[in-house]
């Protein structure tokens, strides 16, 4: 049996301008029909990656396949395997929707009846056919969003490239790309994304790699990455001081509240740990706990000592 090829296959790749290094030798492989979150602050490289992969822009060194192609020596097949939504709206604000989609289709040669075929039912699919025939200099931050998406699809491409899809949309609208995104990848797109979004990557993201000084510090699945960082715990609460007073005599590095009558126990998160915990706990004395796991915030931190959102004001050059 013929193995599959991965949809991203990325091995030493590296970029610099002038002195500074935006990459330094990233190896990144994305299987098709999964999404692959790219996290990290503003100028780790993110956008650099994107431009890369996507034949923007051009390495310095590293060997990249997209789709199945080497992207300096088959660009061509590159771009007409993918799809790309960019930071900033691709979007031409004085024609209407249907007309931006329209253009798209005529972009990429489709076929006239082809053409309408796939505008129609984008508009439908994008929730955009009310707004269809208005000006998209009138549609909302979520509607031009979701515009941008759907002339992203015309072409049905199998690998799209999100960078930061969301920036700016307000909650339900980032739900509503979210349910897109999942769409697509259950019939079988591969999707890299890059956010900052921490819960965006949790919600989306089969895999996750965290970009840091240009290189992938950390790759794994969303628990993967939070069980390798301190951050989570589970407290639990009694019926009175004694209770507390004794489990906490038995768990020296946890932290109680004599007021509240809360004891909070550092823990890895594991089914194993809260046995243990348990086992050693008096039943008649525990009123209730709650477990909490680190998050990808605790991830964030422990990796980049920082929030994802700190970050220098360009990318790869620092503030």
């Known amino acids: 049996m013929t193995a599959i090829r991965p949809a991203i296959e990325v091995s030493g790749l590296t970029k610099s301008y002038g002195q500074h290094a935006v990459l330094n ?25 994107v431009n890369i992969l996507s034949t923007l822009l051009a390495p310095d060194g590293g060997e990249i396949r997209v789709g199945g192609f080497d992207i300096r020596r088959e660009p061509a097949g590159v771009r007409a395997a993918i799809g790309v939504t960019g930071q900033f709206s691709a979007i031409d ?17 489709l076929e006239r009846a082809t053409a309408t075929a796939a505008v129609t039912v984008l508009l439908e699919r994008f929730d955009l056919v009310a707004a269809a025939d208005r000006r998209a200099q009138t549609y909302s931050g979520g509607m031009k969003r979701r515009l941008d998406l759907a ?11 999100l960078d930061e899809p969301t920036a700016g949309l307000d909650p339900r609208s980032r739900r509503d790309l979210w ?22 990557a949790d919600q989306l993201a089969d895999r996750i790699g965290v970009l840091d000084g240009g290189r992938l510090v950390a790759e794994g699945t969303a628990a993967e990455l939070k069980r390798r960082v301190p951050g989570g715990h589970v407290t639990v609460q009694f019926t009175d001081a004694a209770g507390l007073a004794a489990a906490a005599a038995a768990h020296p590095r946890a932290s ?40 990808l915030d605790d991830v964030f931190l422990a990796l980049t000592g920082r929030t994802a959102a700190a970050a220098p004001t360009a990318e790869g050059i620092p503030a």
């Open 151 to 161: 002339m992203t699809l015309i072409t049905r491409p199998r690998l799209i490239f």
């Open 179 to 200: 349910a897109i995104v999942r769409e697509q990848v259950a019939d079988g797109v591969t999707v890299l994304l890059t956010t900052q979004y921490l819960d965006e």
């Open 93 to 109: 604000e004085l024609l209407t929707g249907r007309e931006n989609l329209r253009l798209m289709a005529e972009l990429a040669h």
């Open 25 to 49: 030798g990233v190896d990144l492989t994305v299987p098709q029909g999964s999404v692959y979150a790219l996290l990290g602050p503003n100028g780790a490289g993110k956008t650099t990656i």
């Open 256 to 295: 109680s509240n004599v007021e509240a009558l809360t004891l909070q126990v550092p823990g890895d998160g594991s089914v194993a740990g809260l046995r243990r915990l348990l086992a050693g706990l008096d039943d008649d004395t525990v009123a209730g706990l709650t477990v909490q796991s680190a998050d």
